[in-house]
């Protein structure tokens, strides 16, 4: 269903070109990146890989369909499995060989969270990544109070820097008295 | 001594052992504490902690095979490996005598990782700068809780200022270690990839005396240091370490679960 053929000249999309030994293919990249976002994170179910900025590129490397991948932390324990998930998704869709490669560089930071993304965490009560919140790393470390994904306070303390995933942490929040979660500004 | 060329590749692998097993030690040791830790949160905060130093170890060892391609994989390195084929720091090895030799342990080397990895990261191996800065970015959080808890230990009760300033007695002998230079590093150094850990050792020096003097610690003074982990020659505890670390991996290799 992705090997669909495109006419040349197709205004702003990027295309993917894609030689058999027959003829060459063209792949729209946008409807790659759509299949890509049926998978999710197995840590955080509510987002998909594409719009926690894990997938940084889709290409085609001779016939083999290359996906770049950044984890979120050095030591994320669901890359392994989104490594598989790309793997069966894309497989399904018939490509002859796909390949996922892990990159480090640029490393991941929680600002390539899209605003939707963010917007879903604070549905599921996370608190979402807000600019220089969480923490600062200049000598005195200190701490601007983050924002309650239930009550919108800001009257809020930190419990802990280190939360149930290596990339939240757990909060507080003393006008609505929930604790709640939040996702690292990292 | 006669100059001998070192190959570029050669050298890398090594580089990247040293910063693999650095962090691979440390993450066991931290790992330890899991379930056993003072409170629920700190256990929480240290095996995150060992997560991202066994992630970061991943990362440097798997760039390793890669930059020599002789067969092995990252598994192989960290579990069918033996003693002297370890290239870690002798302080990231020290045991858990107590939480306050955790926490000092783990100060001295944050501290060191921070402003090092800052400087790794415009190497001009992309994938080792790539690591690296990935890695400052987990360890600005390390180092806040490795910090918070010296102050905080120093500060508390006579119990508690005892013990850290034993732990601080006895790990103090292993800090002049970190920046441990050979021509390894010269030769990387040549190439832009490597750095000299000594051009950064007034910093680490100046945040570790600073925050040890405002937890009214001392520095121990005449202390004879220590070195040898980066020739793999170690103290005692890593061998009881990978023993533990490796008895699944070689009682049954090529395992999956």
């Not at chain 1, 063209?26 to 894990?54: C, F, H, S, W």
Request: negative net charge; aromatic residues 10%; glycine residues 6%.
């Amino acid at each position: 269903m992705l090997r669909v053929h495109i006419p040349a000249q197709n205004g702003n999309k990027e295309i993917l070109r894609y030689p058999t030994t027959k003829k060459l293919y063209m792949v729209d990249k946008e409807k790659i990146l759509e299949t890509l976002k049926e998978v999710y994170d197995p840590e955080i179910p509510v987002l998909n890989i594409v719009e926690m900025g894990i997938v940084r590129d889709v290409l085609f490397e001779g016939k083999k369909l290359v996906v770049k991948i950044t984890p979120t932390y050095s030591g994320c324990p669901a890359m392994k499995t989104i490594e598989e998930e790309i793997l069966n998704i894309l497989h399904d869709d018939d490509f002859d060989e796909v390949a996922v490669e892990k990159i480090y560089a640029p490393p991941w930071t929680s600002d390539w969270l899209t605003g939707e993304a963010k917007h879903k965490l604070k549905q599921h009560g996370i608190a979402p990544p807000e600019k220089n919140s969480g923490i600062d790393s200049s000598r005195d470390y200190a701490v601007k109070p983050v924002l309650c994904p239930f009550c919108n306070s800001r009257n809020t303390s930190i419990t802990s820097f280190f939360g149930s995933t290596a990339c939240k942490s757990l909060h507080y929040c003393f006008d609505c008295t929930q604790p709640f979660e939040h996702f690292k500004c990292i | 001594m006669q100059k001998t060329i070192i190959n570029i590749d050669e050298a890398l692998y090594e580089y990247l052992l040293r910063l693999g097993d650095d962090n691979l030690i440390l993450g066991h040791r931290l790992s330890e504490w899991c379930g056993h830790a003072p409170a629920l949160e700190e256990d929480i905060a240290l095996a995150n902690i060992a997560l991202d130093c066994i992630g970061q170890a991943n990362a440097f060892l798997t760039l390793a095979v890669q930059t020599i391609n002789n067969g092995r994989t990252e598994d192989d390195l960290a579990f069918f490996r033996n003693e002297t084929e370890f290239k870690n720091l002798l302080l990231v090895e020290q045991p858990d005598t107590d939480f306050g030799y955790t926490i000092v342990r783990q100060f001295f080397y944050d501290v060191f990782v921070l402003h090092f990895y800052q400087e790794l990261s415009k190497s001009r191996n992309e994938q080792l700068a790539g690591i690296s800065a990935k890695a400052v970015k987990e360890i600005t959080y390390h180092l806040r809780h490795s910090r918070q808890w010296i102050l905080r230990l120093g500060g508390g009760t006579e119990e508690s200022s005892t013990r850290i300033q034993n732990a601080v007695n006895d790990l103090w002998c292993f800090t002049d270690e970190i920046f441990f230079k050979n021509e390894i590093d010269d030769r990387l150094i040549e190439e832009g990839i490597a750095f000299d850990p000594r051009l950064i050792k007034h910093k680490w020096e100046e945040l570790v005396e600073q925050t040890l003097s405002e937890a009214e610690l001392k520095i121990p003074e005449n202390v004879f240091m220590k070195s040898g982990g980066r020739y793999g020659r170690h103290t005692e505890s890593l061998g009881h370490l990978l023993a533990e670390m490796q008895i699944v991996a070689r009682s049954y290799p090529g395992a999956k679960w």
